[in-house]
């Protein structure tokens, strides 16, 4: 019997890296093949099976753009499940609250007590979400969608990268390496187990300097308990306006 789920789709970044664009837009609505990331994002998430709650976390400036989105979704997709867009009061990319600050901000307004799935709003999803729950049912631990470009140069000093084993149970986490041990990168898709959301709470808690992104997450969980790798065949993160421009080559007529 598969654990109840909630999401939460993190999405309150301000994409100062794809400016001009985004000045005035989510980055998550930047079209990639004629479809927004956002709406590319849902069409797998509405898919999954057992899930009860979807958080959508936005900041103060974009909030009412997400708002509207969300009725308009529903509506046009006969979509019944709760999306809660959330306001997590940040105006500014200097004031930020980072991925872990903001999935603390849903931790702290409720009560967590479900498999938890994260997802950054900057990545194409191209893959069953449902294969990340039979794996975390299958071998009872957390479960991080990874990709591998079987080129160690294209993930250097861009992505974090794992390293697995024969049974894709994680060995190793490297925040953009200069010198990457393998090829596989970390996404930005994680199914968190019920027992392991503790961690995310502790992790925020503990003294540090800046925000704390999903690395900080993924070395955690490392330390704390076990972790295995989905290998999707697919993925972009758009990070880039040159990543933004590869993922509509890709997607051109999708």
Known sequence: MRNQLDIIILAAGFGTRLYPLTSNLPKAFLEVGHKTILDRIMSRVILIDNQT???????SKFYSHFEAWAAAFKQSHHFDSNILVLDDGK??????LGPIGDMNFVLEKFNIINDLMIIASDNIIDFD????ISMRQHRDSSVLAAYDFHDREAVKKKFGVVQLDSNNRLLS???KPVNPE???AATGIYLIKNEDVQ????LQARPHDGELNLGNLMIE?????IVHC???PQWFDIGSLDDLKKANNDYAEV
């Open 173 to 175: 986490f490297e925040e």
């Open 182 to 184: 393998s090829s596989i």
């Open 129 to 132: 979400l449902n294969d990340l």
């Open 91 to 96: 105006y500014s990319n200097e004031e930020r």
């Open 53 to 59: 709650r979807i958080f959508l976390v936005a900041n």
């Open 230 to 232: 989905l290998l999707v």
């Open 199 to 202: 961690y995310i709470r502790a």
């Open 221 to 225: 969980l490392h330390a704390r308990s």
